[in-house]
């Protein structure tokens, strides 16, 4: 498995030849089938999936990587999970997430917005618009990875989608299916699983949508058919199992603040100097590693989101 370095990286290196073969199997098979067939049978996944790389492949632009960041093995990143739907050790999605259905999908984008519309995952996937982004990835409870997805930017779906000027959040909610997600059955959580972001945040470049990791189609256990990827915050943030994405005027609750508002804020952005109330955020622990780490500022992306939160005090804002 080629795991890339953490180098910036030379044009060849953003769209490796696996990749772009790929896509161009993929474009082959879109080709083939018809769009009109597509919709109608939901096929174009399976296709990716028949044409998608048997050996997860590191592929990706690095965004934010530290020189000692490699991309943390798949099988750690496909096995140490957290979501709550399928159980709450992190062994447990990957197990109990194993028959989760994520096809057909729809992923209602409405609310403010001048133009709702139902997508078809299939709208996600087109060869055209997907990139391949290498991220590092902060869990609240202070273990880390490094990641490499696949997905199109949020800012791109909420533009098509035309925000009207009283929109000032965005709500994200995760499917509800409690005889799938044995998880929504249990009190752990307020369910569905929901999250939202301040507009702005949610326009940020960095903010992705994504449907794959390692150059494969996103296995359930980690947010099977969409989720959202949001590197500088905590790991709750970053919401799995995508089914509708909706404009506000007021600040959306969050499954996790409503949970326990004390200890997970509505920002969430990785700090070092504000403690979680029962631990400290200034180190992590890298999976796969021993020693800790040192937590960094907005997880690394300060230069690319800090001024988003300028003259906010981070304290109360945590
Ligand atoms: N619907 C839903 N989304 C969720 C969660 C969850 O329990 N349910 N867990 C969150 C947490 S705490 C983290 S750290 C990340 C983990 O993503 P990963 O398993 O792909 O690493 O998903 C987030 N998204
Ligand atoms: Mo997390």
Redesign the pocket.
């Known amino acids: 498995m080629p795991i890339r370095s953490n180098h910036e990286p030379t044009s060849s290196e953003i769209t490796p030849e696996t990749l772009y073969v790929d896509r161009r199997t993929f474009l082959a098979a879109a080709g083939a089938i018809g769009a009109g067939a597509v919709a109608a049978l939901g096929g174009m996944p399976s296709l990716v999936a028949a044409q998608q790389p048997q050996e997860p492949q590191a592929v990706g632009k690095p965004y934010g990587l530290q020189p000692d960041d490699k991309p943390t093995p798949w099988e750690d990143v496909t096995t140490y999970n957290?979501f709550y739907e399928f159980g709450t050790d992190k062994g447990d999605p990957s197990q109990n997430a194993k028959n989760f259905k994520t096809r057909p999908w729809t992923v209602r984008v409405d609310g403010l917005v001048n133009k709702p519309a139902d997508y078809q995952l299939e709208d996600f996937l087109k060869p055209s618009v997907v990139e391949d982004r290498i991220y590092r990835h902060r869990?609240?409870?202070a273990w880390s990875m490094v990641i490499p997805w696949r997905g199109i930017p949020l800012a791109d779906m909420i533009r098509r989608a035309e925000p009207n000027s009283k929109a000032k959040f965005v709500e994200f909610t995760t499917l509800m299916d409690p005889k799938q997600m044995p998880g929504e059955r249990s009190g752990v959580l307020p369910w569905p699983y929901t999250e939202g972001l301040r507009l702005d945040e949610a326009q940020n470049p960095l903010a992705l949508l994504a449907v794959g990791v390692y150059g494969r189609v996103l296995p359930n256990q980690n947010g099977a058919p969409l989720r959202l990827v949001l590197p500088w915050k905590?790991?709750?943030k970053s919401i799995k199992s995508i089914v509708r994405i909706r404009l506000t005027d007021a600040m959306p609750k969050t499954a996790w603040n409503q949970a326990a508002a004390n200890e997970y804020g509505f920002y969430s952005n990785v700090n070092p100097t504000v403690d979680h109330p029962r631990w400290s955020q200034a180190t992590e622990r890298r999976i796969g590693e021993f020693f800790k780490r040192k937590t960094l500022m907005f997880n690394g992306y300060a230069e690319q989101v800090a001024s988003m939160y300028t003259g906010m005090d981070l304290r109360k804002n945590f």
Request: overall charge negative.
């Open positions: 957290n869990c609240v409870e905590y790991g709750f």
